[in-house]
């Protein structure tokens, strides 16, 4: 996520519908991949007042008067840190609880199958995430912006299911706030067989 776009309305939707699924799915701990690519301070602006516009860390407040557990993706997201990023992420749910868990993947614009750039979650990186989430009732949730297609939103759930064909697939939108924005919802309705920890 460009860090210029914390906070603009599509975080509002993004939120108010963590917000929704976390009671209607009794999610106990929501682990955040904010894909955060990291950005100078311009000389204009304070530093301090950069930091607190452009860090993740109040998602912890915001999560926490909803009574969830979060744990955040720390550091910053770009082509060269792809792999250790992504495997932080896959850490904290292998030493995760067993309490019902959410991942929460957020990049910039959402998957890609070809050519995948930093705005980007690839095939390879939802199944990893996915195959982690092996418990009945473990949810993922990816943020996906539109693209120039009438049908990018039948599109965009059609491929999220295809690429997760065991999961139980559905989508959430808030059209009247972000009607450029999805988000796509997996749900794991059995277990994926023994995870060796």
């Given at each position: 996520?460009?860090?210029?776009?914390?906070?603009?309305?599509?975080?509002?939707?993004?939120?108010?519908?963590?917000?929704?699924?976390?009671p209607?799915?009794?999610?106990?701990?929501?682990?955040?991949v904010?894909?955060l690519?990291?950005?100078?301070?311009?000389?204009?602006?304070?530093?301090?007042?950069?930091?607190?516009?452009?860090?993740?860390?109040?998602?912890?407040?915001?999560?926490?008067?909803?009574?969830?557990?979060?744990?955040?993706?720390?550091?910053?997201?770009?082509?060269?840190?792809?792999?250790?990023?992504?495997?932080?992420?896959?850490?904290?749910?292998?030493?995760?609880?067993?309490?019902?868990?959410?991942?929460?993947?957020?990049?910039?614009?959402?998957?890609?199958?070809?050519?995948?750039?930093?705005?980007?979650?690839?095939?390879?990186?939802?199944?990893?995430?996915?195959?982690?989430?092996?418990?009945?009732?473990?949810?993922?949730?990816?943020?996906?912006?539109?693209?120039?297609?009438?049908?990018?939103?039948?599109?965009?759930?059609?491929?999220?299911?295809?690429?997760?064909?065991?999961?139980?697939?559905?989508?959430?939108?808030?059209?009247?706030?972000?009607?450029?924005?999805?988000?796509?919802?997996?749900?794991?309705?059995?277990?994926?067989?023994?995870?060796?920890?």
């Amino acid at each position: 996520m460009r860090s210029e776009w914390h906070g603009d309305r599509r975080d509002l939707v993004k939120w108010s519908t963590i917000a929704d699924l976390v009671p209607r799915h009794s999610v106990e701990r929501l682990i955040y991949v904010p894909f955060l690519r990291g950005e100078e301070c311009p000389a204009e602006v304070h530093p301090t007042v950069w930091k607190f516009y452009r860090t993740v860390r109040d998602i912890e407040r915001l999560t926490s008067s909803l009574g969830i557990q979060v744990e955040i993706v720390e550091g910053h997201f770009d082509r060269s840190t792809r792999g250790p990023y992504l495997l932080e992420a896959i850490s904290l749910l292998q030493r995760s609880d067993p309490k019902n868990r959410m991942v929460f993947l957020d990049p910039d614009t959402g998957l890609r199958e070809k050519n995948v750039k930093a705005e980007h979650v690839s095939v390879a990186e939802l199944q990893a995430v996915w195959h982690e989430l092996d418990r009945p009732g473990d949810l993922l949730v990816l943020y996906q912006h539109s693209w120039r297609d009438k049908k990018w939103l039948e599109l965009a759930e059609r491929r999220f299911r295809e690429h997760l064909p065991d999961a139980h697939v559905w989508f959430e939108h808030r059209p009247k706030v972000a009607s450029d924005v999805v988000f796509l919802v997996a749900e794991r309705v059995e277990a994926s067989g023994p995870t060796i920890r």
